[in-house]
């Protein structure tokens, strides 16, 4: 019988041998293979995990291997990162029926002599302590990041704050609701909330979003998230829209947009009046706004443009979602540590440039412009600003202080956040205002 092991190996297995995203693999084989929810609840948590702390169970696997890890059959080497995670890692799952569990699921997929290797391994589990680093482990390998990721941020944020990061992208990340308040009560909403049993809390400085505890199924089944009173996005992605501030009547570009959920929160603050142009390369994920957008007949017009040389309307808002590395959301995407070299920062800074110096061109004299990634490198945030004001001496940077959570903006008065302190995905923002001629 095909369980959730089964299911976790072979999402993994497509994921390892592609370069898509885990998230893309596992919807796909989810849509292509009818499972009960409990396997694919399961299966979320085993591909999430395993790819998360791959560094730290390659680490423990290796000690008992008498010869390179990467001479391993990958087949065995993926049921092995599964093994040690469930035997190891996995509170829930007594040592010794992960140990049964895996050996019986290699003899059927791989045959009884590879199953002899697995139960060989498996059985030293036992000696390892999960909260106990070796004196001979590296610290990027205890804390499964690569080694360039901690020196990098060992220099930029310090050791004591490097930590506290990978500590915090270890953890399943937070998951939050935006109220729709402009169509319905909040009161109205949190009771209909309480009726579907969605356990939550307040979300950090925010009165119209809330952190589900769970229920979140619930929640994103009702008529609520058909209706578009609730929709799932995380505090500070709503805080770069209030950087924004669009208001009623403006015309506002959206650009590298899809899918979409920060166009649905400008939505709600132009109240329906004015005109929203949202744009994307990828067709795929624009297709998904569109639907979300056709759905609940949001005054947004979505088309295939590319934010660095395509020609755009004169506009009174413009919002920049730049392409970015997407370090500050490690927590909710584990599979972007190992996806990322050092080298893409700059290659990122290149795009980035590209189309901040383009988009700017199609804004109004006083018109805003925010520039905005999910990245939590200096070299694709402020210096990437910096270079633009510099060639650009009729823009300059307008403090996010009468806009956003103070706490959240750093010493150039942009809304800088740090998940471990803030409680939130890491994201930068910059309100860039063009002079009046």
Not at 53 to 66: H, K, M, N, V
Not at 87 to 107: C, G, N, R, Y
Not at 248 to 277: F, R
Request: proline residues 4%.
């Amino acid at each position: 019988m095909k369980d959730a092991r089964y299911h976790a190996f072979h999402i993994l297995k497509k994921y390892y041998r592609s370069n898509d995203r885990l998230k893309s693999v596992r919807d796909q084989y989810f849509k292509n293979n009818k499972l009960q929810q409990q396997d694919i609840s399961r299966s979320l948590v085993l591909t999430n995990e395993v790819v998360r702390w791959q560094g730290r169970l390659d680490y423990w696997i290796e000690l008992f291997l008498d010869k390179p890890l990467h001479k391993l059959h990958p087949s065995i080497h993926l049921i092995l990162r599964l093994g040690f995670y469930e035997a190891v890692m996995d509170e829930l799952i007594p040592q010794h029926a992960a140990v049964h569990s895996w050996v019986e699921f290699t003899k059927k997929e791989l045959g009884k002599k590879f199953g002899g290797l697995v139960n060989a391994l498996l059985r030293k589990t036992s000696a390892i302590d999960p909260n106990q680093k070796d004196e001979n482990q590296s610290q990027s390998k205890w804390v499964s990041f690569p080694d360039w990721i901690i020196e990098k941020w060992t220099d930029q944020f310090g050791g004591e704050q490097t930590n506290q990061l990978c500590e915090y992208f270890n953890k399943p990340s937070y998951v939050d609701i935006r109220l729709n308040c402009v169509n319905e009560s909040k009161d109205s909403i949190i009771s209909q909330l309480g009726h579907l049993e969605v356990k939550f809390s307040q979300s950090p400085e925010s009165d119209c979003f809330i952190r589900v505890a769970s229920g979140l199924r619930n929640a994103v089944k009702s008529e609520l998230f058909t209706k578009g009173l609730i929709h799932v996005q995380d505090r500070a992605s709503g805080a770069v829209v209030e950087l924004l501030d669009p208001q009623p009547g403006h015309i506002v570009l959206d650009v590298c947009a899809a899918p979409g959920t920060k166009s649905g929160y400008i939505v709600e603050k132009i109240k329906n009046d004015g005109k929203i142009l949202a744009s994307d390369i990828s067709q795929a994920r624009l297709v998904i706004g569109e639907k979300r957008a056709d759905e609940l007949k949001w005054p947004i017009q979505w088309k295939r443009k590319d934010a660095s040389k395509d020609d755009f309307p004169m506009a009174d808002r413009i919002l920049i979602d730049a392409p970015c590395t997407g370090t500050g959301v490690m927590a909710r995407r584990t599979d972007i540590r190992w996806r990322r070299n050092k080298d893409d920062m700059e290659s990122m800074a290149t795009i980035q440039k590209a189309i901040i110096s383009h988009m700017a061109k199609y804004l109004k004299p006083g018109g805003v412009m925010v520039y905005a990634t999910c990245s939590l490198e200096v070299e694709e945030n402020w210096n990437v600003v910096k270079w633009f004001l510099k060639l650009n001496d009729n823009f300059c940077i307008e403090s996010g202080k009468d806009f956003v959570p103070n706490g959240w903006l750093n010493v150039q008065k942009c809304l800088e956040t740090f998940p471990p302190r803030d409680k939130v995905d890491g994201l930068f923002a910059a309100r860039i205002k063009k002079n009046d001629e």
